[in-house]
T-cell receptor, first 113, second 114 residues
Framework: NAGVTQTPKFQVLKTGQSMTLQCAQD?????MSWYRQDPGMGLRLIHY???????DQGEVPNGYNVSRSTTEDFPLRLLSAAPSQTSVYFC????????????FGSGTRLTVV | AQTVTQSQPEMSVQEAETVTLSCTYD???????LFWYKQPPSRQMILVIR??????QNATENRFSVNFQKAAKSFSLKISDSQLGDTAMYFC???????????FGTGTSLTVIP
């Protein structure tokens, strides 16, 4: 089925470890974004991309890196995990027109101990 | 920056009854889009309904409808004939074509009581 594929679904990291959350979409969407969801805070934008080779910071970018080498893939890298990065992470994509809204992946629950 | 406010952290409704979830937003723009997303316990974010700001007619999708009041910057979601499967977190969202301006509210947790 067409959509946004996120891996892994669950992950436990030790403080200081690094990892990459994978995200791929097969809808040829130009826009891709990473959000984190924390209780009582809704979804906050970490990084986004408006096309291959173009990325920009969102509201809470510190501690995260992204790259967009292809239209399909948009991985999120945690450089040195901290307990404050314990959260649920969502990758989402949409066409250029915002009227379509975002299509979301199934999320990654990350725990940093 | 645009803001989206959902003032009801939690709500409950009896099965088969009607419930309305509130959302207000703040923007100086004239062209934008509004959305309601549903997040059931499975965690998947599902688009429920969308509204273009330039359309006066309120959007409807089966049992879901919105009351869009542009001047008041209000965008409420009405769920009719509530079903147990409607139990979820509901997020209001605001989007624009410019840049990546897409903002979410903090969510309303809805419980449908049998």
């Amino acid at each position: 089925n067409a959509g946004v594929t996120q891996t892994p679904k669950f992950q436990v990291l030790k403080t200081g470890q690094s990892m990459t959350l994978q995200c791929a979409q097969d809808m040829n969407h130009e826009y891709m974004s990473w959000y984190r969801q924390d209780p009582g805070m809704g979804l906050r934008l970490i990084h986004y991309s408006v096309g291959a080779g173009i990325t920009d910071q969102g509201e809470v970018p510190n501690g995260y890196n992204v790259s967009r080498s292809t239209t399909e893939d948009f991985p999120l890298r945690l450089l040195s995990a901290a307990p404050s990065q314990t959260s649920v992470y969502f990758c989402a994509s949409r066409p250029t027109g915002a009227n379509y809204g975002y299509t979301f992946g199934s999320g990654t629950r990350l725990t940093v101990v | 920056a645009q803001t989206v406010t959902q003032s009801q952290p939690e709500m409950s409704v009896q099965e088969a009854e009607t419930v309305t979830l509130s959302c207000t937003y703040d923007t100086s723009e004239n062209n934008y889009y509004l959305f309601w997303y549903k997040q059931p316990p499975s965690r998947q974010m599902i688009l429920v309904i969308r509204q273009e700001a330039y359309k006066q007619q309120n959007a409807t999708e089966n049992r879901f409808s919105v009351n869009f009041q542009k001047a008041a910057k209000s965008f409420s979601l009405k769920i009719s004939d509530s079903q147990l499967g409607d139990t979820a977190m509901y997020f209001c969202a605001f989007g624009m074509n410019t840049g990546n301006q897409f903002y979410f509210g903090t969510g309303t947790s809805l419980t449908v009581i049998p």
